[in-house]
């Protein structure tokens, strides 16, 4: 792998019955890529959260990837609600989902602690009534 | 141990054989919360839960876990099965609880019997 690859994936909000569809093709191109089975599941873990948080909070949004010698960069931005309390969305256990997405097992509160715990590098920007922005890098050379 | 073994103690129902049932069993992780099951279950790891829409596979292709089983007689709806057909994940239903289906599976795997 020399040159980077990039590619991007369109997510509608609501559209909970093709969730997880661009995390899996993401996951299918890393696995051809012959990464290792622990970069392949933080970066599973890492983007498919990131789409849920699309498809349970925003309108539409967009996953974009490039794939480097030295990294994985994933950044999910949307148009959404943005978040009031970025600190506290950070905490674990702090969710404003409503009950019946958490009757699907989902708004735990553990979705972005998640991204931050598998990313190298982690970056929220949030606007309210406007959207949200993450950015995560998963290094490849020496991982954590 | 492979997964048609803990079928056919267990009496199992499969839903959608789309994973096959000659998959090795790691271990289990019981849990009903999809985060927790992406953060803490481990390849190979046969999921119990009384979840049943659709994203449960999603999970479970992520996480390459061997199975899904949907306890206290609950049927996961068409869209699930036909989602796990695709992504060849293997659904399976009890009428036990959760709690008696983990102590029966960790019996297996443990003891190698019940």
Redesign the interface.
Known sequence: MRETIEGSFQLIGGNFARAGEASIELKRRLTELGLSEEIIRRVSIVTFEAEMNVIIYAAAGWLRYSITPEHIKIVVEDMGPGIEDVESAMQEGYSTAPEWVREMGWGAGMGLPNMKKNSDEFKIDAVVGEGTKVEMVINLSRGK | MKLHEIVNELSLQVKSYGGGLERDVTGGYVS?????V??NSK?GNLWI?L?T???I???A???NLAGIIIVNKREPPW?TLKKAED?KITIMTTQMSAFEVAGKIYQLLICGHM
Request: hydrophobic share 40%; no cysteine; net charge negative.
């Open positions: 009903d919360l999809l985060s927790d992406m953060a390849e839960t979840q829409h659709e994203n596979v999603a999970v292709s992520l996480r869209g992504e």
